[in-house]
């Protein structure tokens, strides 16, 4: 079964950090590029990054970039969302996609 599930979402106070992780299963992980999303209540949903197969390449929202890193494991089928100095606006469901799969979606949510 071909399966994406992300993890590691939570409530954090703004300027702190979270690492998102998206552990695929039931496919070869390490030929896909991995995209994450996020869908803010209210809003459509937005593009934030992606990771090439062998992670040699990432390409960024440009507002996010130096805030957010993506990264992979392919030993382990794991893609990580390293979020850095959280906003408020970045409260939002988050998921990652690869292989026309996407996963189930991890809240955060960035609040004092």
Not at 17 to 33: K, M, P, R, V
Not at 98 to 111: D, I, K, P, Y
Request: charged residues 15%; glycine residues 10%; contains cysteine.
């Amino acid at each position: 079964q071909v399966q994406l599930v992300e993890s590691g979402g939570d409530m954090v106070q703004p300027g702190g950090s979270l690492t998102l992780s998206c552990t695929a299963s039931g496919f070869t992980f390490g030929w896909y590029s991995v995209t994450w999303f996020r869908q803010a209540a209210g809003k459509g949903t937005e593009w934030i990054c992606n990771i090439t197969p062998d992670g040699g390449h990432t390409n960024y929202l440009d507002s996010l970039k130096g805030r957010f890193t993506i990264s992979r494991d392919n030993t382990k089928n794991i893609v990580y969302l390293q979020l850095n100095d959280l906003k408020p606006e970045d409260t939002a469901l988050y998921y990652c996609q690869a292989r026309n799969t996407r996963g189930q979606r991890t809240q955060v949510t960035v609040s004092s």
